[in-house]
T-cell receptor, first 114, second 112 residues
Framework: DAGVIQSPRHEVTEMGQEVTLRCKPISGHNSLFWYRQTMMRGLELLIYFNNNVPIDDSGMPEDRFSAKMPNASFSTLKIQPSEPRDSAVYFCASKGDLAEREQFFGPGTRLTVL | GENVEQHPSTLSVQEGDSAVIKCTYSDSASNYFPWYKQELGKRPQLIID?????GEKKDQRIAVTLNKTAKHFSLHITETQPEDSAVYFC???????????FGPGTRLSVLP
């Protein structure tokens, strides 16, 4: 298995633009997590899905952030409009069934908003 | 909700010495405690974990201890090597391993 796949790996955009981050979880995994990592705030859980259903989105910072999981093999995190303070590394992670605890992280997307 | 604290935030040790990182958690319902290692520019990766029915677990040079009564757990690395230099995150989660709460991280530097 190729592991969790994220795209793009790097994104540079201007303030006000829409940004879409993409994630493909490990095949067979039924939980998917979106994290944001910054020096100031560390690793923050934004939202997670179980069987494609959003379970907890309390970590989503603002209405500018939205996430979807239309099927078991694809998820998006969208920021509209983007702001400089959104600059961070965004990780997607996936996990198997409830008996399995380990989360497998993707390589991350480094987002820079100018 | 769960709150995880981690100390120290930075740690420097000489190669060959031991390193200890400590975490505390607040939710007594948490029963799974993983440790992730993140090398510079890389993704976090699980290095060891412990469940609430176990007090200690060891894997070669790495060990984790858990004190459920005091709600704290620790990572011990013996005979440190330069490749151990990284940021280490502890986390706590519930029985379903869904809502991970990570500590703020410890930057470990192993000096040659």
């Amino acid at each position: 298995d190729a592991g969790v796949i994220q795209s793009p790996r790097h994104e540079v955009t201007e303030m006000g633009q829409e940004v879409t981050l993409r994630c493909k979880p490990i095949s067979g995994h039924n939980s998917l997590f979106w994290y944001r990592q910054t020096m100031m705030r560390g690793l923050e859980l934004l939202i997670y899905f179980n069987n494609n259903v959003p379970i907890d989105d309390s970590g989503m910072p603002e209405d500018r952030f939205s996430a979807k999981m239309p099927n078991a093999s694809f998820s998006t995190l969208k920021i509209q409009p983007s702001e400089p303070r959104d600059s961070a590394v965004y990780f997607c992670a996936s996990k198997g069934d409830l008996a399995e605890r380990e989360q497998f992280f993707g390589p991350g997307t480094r987002l820079t908003v100018l | 909700g769960e709150n995880v604290e981690q100390h120290p935030s930075t740690l420097s040790v000489q190669e060959g010495d031991s390193a200890v990182i400590k975490c505390t958690y607040s939710d007594s319902a948490s029963n799974y405690f993983p440790w992730y290692k993140q090398e510079l520019g890389k993704r976090p990766q699980l290095i060891i974990d412990i469940r609430s029915n176990v007090g200690e677990k060891k894997d070669q040079r790495i060990a984790v201890t858990l004190n459920k009564t005091a709600k704290h757990f620790s990572l011990h690395i013996t005979e440190t090597q330069p490749e151990d230099s990284a940021v280490y995150f502890c986390a706590a989660t519930d029985n379903y391993g869904q809502n991970f709460v990570f500590g703020p991280g410890t930057r470990l530097s192993v000096l040659p």
